[in-house]
């Protein structure tokens, strides 16, 4: 099984250093993870290390396509809370 990085990753660079199988490494236009380098950290750390360090929530999926930093788990706003918030901000 191995982490993948989607789309939405910003660049940011921390996730790199921290991968104990060097795994991960800057494509064209995101960061990738090599599927047959990933262990998914295990052996090494309880928490995939670059889901941990990640700021970007859903950016980093496991293999069966599940952010592992989903929606809401970084701010601790539920999303739809958020998409409300962000309605009733834009409406004014």
Excluded: H, W
């Excluded at 991968?19 to 490494?25: D, M, Q």
């Excluded at 496991?62 to 309605?87: C, H, R, V, W, Y």
């Amino acid at each position: 099984m191995a982490l993948s990085i989607v789309e939405s990753c910003v660049n940011c660079y921390a996730c790199e250093p921290l991968c104990p199988s060097e795994a991960i490494t800057k494509g064209e236009e995101i960061f990738l993870i090599d599927a047959k380098k990933c262990t998914e950290c295990e052996g090494d750390f309880a928490d995939p290390q670059c889901a941990s360090i990640c700021p970007i929530e859903g950016a980093i999926l496991d293999a069966f396509g599940e952010a592992i930093n989903a929606p809401g788990s970084l701010t601790g706003i539920p999303p739809l809370k958020l998409a409300e918030a962000m309605a009733e901000i834009q409406a004014r």
